[in-house]
């Protein structure tokens, strides 16, 4: 995704809403079935592995919001 692209032009309408992401990480949870996710999108589901996907998301949507909102 041209992530750039996306967060000029939330910019360019005003948009001053939340953000939200849905991380699609494992096929076997109630959200893998739904989306009929047919693979892990992670080699390692660990809690630990979860917690640090979510904290690289949150800094890395904190970090485009700085360069584009």
């Known amino acids: 995704l041209n992530w750039p ?9 005003g948009y001053e809403k ?6 699609f990480l494992m096929m076997g949870d109630e959200v893998g079935y739904d ?3 047919w693979r892990d ?3 390692d589901p660990s ?9 690289y998301l949150l800094d890395f949507t ?8």
């Open 5 to 13: 692209e996306i967060f000029s032009a939330l910019r360019e309408i």
């Open 18 to 23: 939340s953000i939200v992401s849905e991380p």
């Open 35 to 37: 989306i009929r996710a």
């Open 41 to 43: 999108l992670l080699k």
């Open 47 to 55: 809690e630990e592995s979860l917690d640090r996907e979510a904290k």
């Open 62 to 69: 904190k970090k485009m919001m700085r360069e584009y909102m």
